[in-house]
């Protein structure tokens, strides 16, 4: 399964951008996916995935919303409200199985930076 993933730009606090991901290979139909992003100097994290439930991080929880389209082999990243600290490199993700989480990774797209001006 290869990912990749759309959509980053250049938005001021309180915008809202759609990021998507798609995927070749394999449907990711049976799959988990799902996204992550890692601001400058720290570390990776989740931001939310859809597999057997949606599930998100608290950090992002209310403000954005994870939505797939099977058929299409896409996923999308709608964030709304945005804050200078979501800035990040975005990642999307993906993992056999139709799971409640994303701990496991097997597959990994490039990333789209996001950048939220004050």
């Known amino acids: 399964v290869q990912l990749q993933a759309f959509g980053g730009g250049l938005v001021q606090a309180g915008d809202s951008l759609r990021l998507a991901c798609t995927a070749s290979?394999?449907?990711?139909?049976?799959?988990?996916v799902g996204w992550f992003r890692q601001a400058p100097g720290k570390e990776r994290e989740l931001v939310g995935g859809?597999?057997?439930?949606?599930f998100y991080s608290e950090s992002v929880k209310g403000r954005f919303t994870i939505s797939r389209d099977n058929a299409k082999n896409t996923v999308y990243l709608q964030m709304n409200s945005l804050k200078p600290e979501d800035t990040a490199v975005y990642y999307c993700?993906?993992?056999?199985?139709?799971?409640?989480?994303?701990?496991?990774?097997?597959?990994w797209g490039q990333g789209t930076l996001v950048t939220v001006s004050s």
């Open positions: 859809s597999g057997r439930i949606t």
């Open positions: 290979g394999r449907t990711f139909g049976s799959y988990t």
């Open positions: 993700a993906a993992r056999g199985g139709w799971a409640t989480n994303l701990r496991t990774v097997d597959y």
